[in-house]
């Protein structure tokens, strides 16, 4: 492998910043009860609601956010979802572009571990699915090739977690239906 792929450091370093969440326009009042979202470093949950709650004083409109797999309910102030993160799931272009992902070839660097624990999990809380694609491609380990570490599987199975979750929400199937069409898309590669 080349040295020409990695960036180099007067491009920013080896990690790249991640992207600023996309504005939600009208302050997240597109969410309605029912409404499957992402929070970056949660996956995918569900809208319940919006309410309002006192604050310090003031009211506070929240959107309530649960997620069943961890029995977890977040409580998003309106006028913080798009800081937050809180998106709505992706669209069949971004999802696919994610798919087409998992198909290229392992972009490993030559660095150390730490380093590159970081930057995946990094990529898996930015709650973009092309860079959660990107987490899973590069640690995916067919037969025949070196096991891996703890810690690189703990990083694997949180992405390809992060992601069939996302799939099995956009397709209207389980979890296990999506990791299955995911390890598809890997074979393909």
Do not use: C
């Not at 029912?34 to 929240?62: F, N, R």
């Not at 392992?106 to 380093?115: F, P, Q, Y």
């Amino acid at each position: 492998m080349s040295e020409s792929q990695s960036p180099s450091p007067t491009e920013g370093g080896s990690s790249r910043p991640v992207p600023p969440p996309k504005p939600l326009g009208n302050q997240g009042s597109e969410f309605k009860a029912g409404d499957h979202v992402v929070y970056p470093t949660h996956g995918v949950g569900q809208v319940q609601g919006i309410e309002s709650m006192a604050v310090a004083g003031t009211e506070l409109k929240v959107i309530i956010v649960t997620f069943e797999e961890n029995r977890m309910t977040l409580r998003v102030p309106l006028n913080k979802a798009a800081s937050s993160g809180l998106r709505k799931l992706a669209n069949t272009n971004m999802m696919g572009e994610a798919l087409e992902t998992l198909k290229g070839r392992a972009r490993i660097k030559r660095t150390m571990w730490s380093r590159r624990a970081q930057e995946y999990e990094q990529k898996i809380n930015s709650g973009d699915p092309v860079q959660i694609a990107e987490v899973v491609r590069d640690l995916h380990r067919n037969a025949g090739q070196p096991d891996q570490s703890f810690s690189e599987r703990q990083i694997y199975e949180l992405a390809m977690d992060r992601l069939a979750a996302e799939v099995a929400a956009i397709d209207g199937t389980d979890k296990n239906a999506a990791m299955n069409k995911l390890l598809e898309h890997l074979k393909q590669g």
